[in-house]
């Protein structure tokens, strides 16, 4: 029995730490584009009208994120960027896995 409690512990934590990896590699893009492609970034923390935002930008990064997959890192040819966004792809399915899994622990224990 301790050590289905301990499974699930690990389960839980196991999908924290990914949904934090998710957003950690998030800003590691964010960053990387900063400093090694100042013109792409440009083109995304500068908007068309209006005056820029820290959410504006977050929603732009979002949607240059999901709309080119997986031809950023194509396009860009950074081994990092490429890592952080493969990272990127698949912490959420890692995380929500690790849920279901933990979920899964606990209706099996009743």
Not at 47 to 58: C, D, F, K, L
Not at 67 to 73: D, K, M, T, V
Not at 85 to 102: D, E, I, M, S
Request: net charge positive; aromatic share 14%.
């Amino acid at each position: 029995m301790n050590s289905l409690v301990a499974l699930y512990l690990l389960l839980l934590a196991g999908g924290i730490v990914c949904f934090v990896l998710y957003y950690l590699a998030q800003y590691r893009i964010a960053r990387l584009l900063r400093e090694r492609h100042p013109q792409q970034w440009k083109i995304i923390a500068e908007p068309e009208q209006g005056r820029p935002s820290g959410m504006r930008t977050w929603m732009r990064m979002q949607h240059v994120l999901r709309s080119s997959q997986p031809r950023l890192p194509e396009l860009l040819r950074d081994d990092a960027i490429t890592r952080w966004f493969g990272l990127w792809r698949v912490t959420p399915w890692l995380a929500w896995g690790c849920w279901f899994a933990a979920m899964f622990l606990q209706w099996k224990a009743r």
